[in-house]
């Protein structure tokens, strides 16, 4: 069996299994059972002759055989339903969504969403612009934005006080890194124990914490918990700034791990051990109330992209 004789079935479960994470939630998705979706995707991977998901403990993702397939799954499953649409005179969703999003995300994770979106919803228009969490939180309430993509760290505390709270949800949860020059004596590890950080130059971000203010507020540097008072040797809001001068060696600079494949030449990036973990979320938040289709599918979006970083 080759891989051109995949039913649309198959490749409409894959294509829900990659984006969703886990077998369970592409079954409750899709109204299948779990062992269903096994067998689709068992059937996909026969006709595939390579493995396409690879497990792990908190569910499955795609092996790089699987990520050519998932590409072009995508493309197949939503020109199929374009021309069930067209068949049955049913017009693609419109609409314009505002979306904000903080400096983070902007790199990998938002151009990634647009075009998925572009891909699967071309009549949907996104207008976004970057601002700081409080500054998206305070845009939501005042109805200036649909969707926000916000910052969140320990201890996580509510984005605002004011009522009803904001409807969100976590799209990635993961540690903080340390950004080093690729010629520093710490880049030759495959990661960099606390007391290494001592004595350190650092660039950091051009604010630092709002004292009071919501989650995320704050902006990156040095390592956060360090025991001394750190030497900031350049400030930067500029993610790309900062990436260059730590390659021209300057200096360091704590960065979520969202940046790590958008890091330049001449930048590793290491994980720190030695210290309590620092965790980073990326929250989606909207108001309560029941959204609007446009914006449910730029939400699709959002989480499908979140899946790939």
């Keep these: 069996m080759a891989l ?13 299994v990659a984006e969703r994470g886990t077998l369970t939630a592409a079954a409750a998705a899709l109204g299948y059972t779990e062992s269903g979706v096994s067998r689709q995707i068992a059937a996909l991977e026969r ?31 939503d020109q199929m339903d374009a021309a069930a649409r067209e068949v049955a005179g049913i017009p693609d969703e419109t609409g314009t969504v505002m979306l904000g999003w903080f400096a983070s995300t902007g790199a990998l994770l938002l151009p990634r969403a647009l075009s998925t979106l572009h891909d699967k919803h071309p009549a949907i228009i996104v207008k976004s612009c970057e601002e700081s969490t409080p500054r998206l939180v305070r ?15 320990p201890p996580y505390r509510p984005l605002d006080t004011e009522t009803p709270a904001l409807v969100t949800e976590t799209l ?50 040095a390592w956060p918990g360090l025991d001394e008072r750190p030497e900031i040797a350049h400030v930067a809001r500029d993610w790309l700034a900062k990436f260059h001068l730590v390659a021209a060696g300057f200096g360091l600079t704590t960065i979520p791990a969202v940046l790590e494949d958008a890091v330049p030449p001449g930048v590793r990036v290491l994980p720190v051990r030695g210290s309590p973990s620092e965790e980073w979320r990326v929250l989606l938040a909207r ?11 730029v939400a699709e979006a959002l989480r499908t992209a979140a899946l790939t970083i």
């Excluded at 051109?4 to 829900?16: I, N, Y």
């Excluded at 493995?51 to 499953?77: C, D, F, M, N, S």
């Design 4 to 16: 051109g004789d995949a039913s649309l079935v198959s490749l409409r479960v894959f294509r829900e």
């Design 47 to 77: 006709a595939a002759g390579t493995p396409l998901l690879e497990r792990h403990h908190k569910g499955v993702r795609t092996t790089p055989a699987g990520q050519i397939v998932l590409h072009h799954a995508a493309a197949t499953v």
């Design 139 to 153: 845009a939501l309430r005042a109805r200036k934005m649909d969707l926000a993509l916000l910052a969140s760290t």
């Design 172 to 221: 990635t949860e993961r540690s903080l890194r340390l950004a080093v020059p690729a010629s520093h004596p710490l880049a030759g590890g495959d990661y960099v124990d606390v007391t290494d950080l001592h004595g350190q130059r650092w660039i950091s971000g051009s604010g630092g914490p709002t004292r009071g203010g919501p989650a995320g507020s704050r902006q990156l540097g």
């Design 287 to 297: 108001l309560p109330g029941d959204p609007s289709e446009p914006v449910i599918r």
